[in-house]
């Protein structure tokens, strides 16, 4: 064998300790590891014999290529190895040959032997493998089974208790149900009943306040009469006696001697020996005082009498307050406001004309309308009561943002006029009509019916709900005047107001975007508030 090269590796595996190589059983199978350890033993063995072998194969090779292109010339061949050589090298040459073939055979056997162990170790893996997974399976399978039975169980107890509840609360809700409609039958049946009876006793009683009102109307002119013609008969007697005084005077003399001496002294009274005047003479001055009364002086000592005042402006109001440290604001609220309140007044008084009117109409044109085809769509209503205020509670705004500090024009009405507008629309409109389907039946007596509506809404009720959101849009003028993290307080403009507005004013100056301790911005806190909120300082 020529050097350098290596020699051949005698370490490998036999095929008996292949196949009696035995592996440890676990719970599931073989050890996994445990084969995969032994696999690569078997495959370590096995590259080791091909190795070998191509080391054998690159020997004989190379014997091969020697022999087929020797180096030496014959006769040194001849001298050198002589025939006995050259039989040892046949003898080599097939010794190599029968050790490469045994080698194919031992490696291929090994690598049969070892793949159809692996094969069988695979199979028994996998069929043990097959088994655990069906017995995993099978278990699942069976909890599954179990799982959907107590389940369908406990749905179908469930269930079952569910429709008896159900089931009872059915019945219980139908009793119930039959009893509220029972009782509401009887509500609605009494509540008709008085309803009927209310509407004829309301009825009755608007008829006689009406009555009573007219009675009182002309109670009042006719005690206007009676005072007006007892002044005239007071001032006449108060004339006449003057006069008669003044004819008294000017008959008794400039000096009287003692009256009570000489009355004393003779027994006679000396105002019997003055001359008194005639009758015919003291009618006349009467007369003349009277005309002189109807011309609105008689001289009484140089006063005049029927230019007097009356008796009321000469007294003092006695419930007169003082004035306060508020006197000037409320005074210029009033001045800046006053006039705008008297302007919005009648627009809505024009305005309820008006609609009395339009209704009026209807009804002479078409008798037995009732309800709401006498009134009419509702938002057309708001609209005419809307427009009527809607410019005005802009001027309140704007009086009041002057008030606030604002400059004039600077600061929009915007949404504030508006809902003033539509609040005092709504208001109206809403008991107006409610008052007006209440007894607009058709027929004979609507006519009188919308009158008496109508009647509701003039003189004070009107003035006052003019006054509540005149004073809302002015108020809302104000704070729009006052910047969003100034402060504002609230004002009392007289001393009967309510607890609210006292809490309000107590509570000093509070900042704009918290409000006032009762949860208004600004007034009104009530109908019929005329508080101020002004700015803090202001």
Known sequence: MP?????????????????????????????????????????????????????????????????????????????????????????????????????????????????????????????????????????????????????????????????????????????????????????????ATRRKALSIQIEQLRAARDEMAASVQGVRFAIDDILSQMERSDDAARAAAVAAGDLARLHMPRELPDVEASADAEGVDPLHEVPAPSVDELFARIRAATDLEGEGAVPVGGAEVGGAESEADLEADPEAAPEGPDHDLIVRRDELLSPISAQLSRHVKRALGDDQNRLLDVLRSTPNLSGEELLGPEDVHLSTFTTAAQGHMAEAFAAGSVFGGAAEGSIQPGAAAEQAAAGLSRTIVTKLRQRLLEGADGGEGTSEQVGAAFREWRGERIERLVGDFAVQAFSAGVAAAVSPDGRVRWVLTSSDGCSDCDDNALAGAVPLTEGFPTGHAYPPAHSGCRCLVTPEGG
């Open 3 to 191: 050097e350098g090269r290596s020699p051949i590796s005698s370490a490998r595996v036999s095929t008996g300790d292949i196949a009696r190589h035995s592996f440890a059983i676990v719970r599931r199978g073989f050890d996994i590891d445990e084969v995969k350890t032994y696999l690569q033993t078997v495959a370590r063995s096995i590259e080791v014999l091909e190795e070998r072998e191509q080391e054998l194969r690159d020997a004989v090779n190379e014997a091969d290529e020697r022999a087929a292109h020797p180096v030496i010339d014959e006769a040194t061949l001849t001298a050198s190895l002589g025939q006995h050589s050259a039989q040892i090298l046949r003898h080599a040459h097939d010794e190599a040959a029968r050790i490469v073939v045994q080698a194919q055979e031992g490696a291929a056997t090994l690598l049969r032997e070892a793949q159809s162990h692996a094969n069988e170790i695979q199979e028994r893996s996998e069929a043990a493998s097959a088994e655990r997974v069906a017995e995993a399976e099978l278990m699942v399978a069976n909890a599954r089974q179990e799982a959907r039975q107590e389940v369908e169980g406990i749905r179908a107890d469930a269930v079952a208790a569910g429709e008896a509840v159900i089931a009872s609360a059915k019945e219980e809700g139908r009793a119930l149900l039959e009893q509220v409609q029972e009782a509401r039958k009887r509500v609605i049946g009494d509540l």
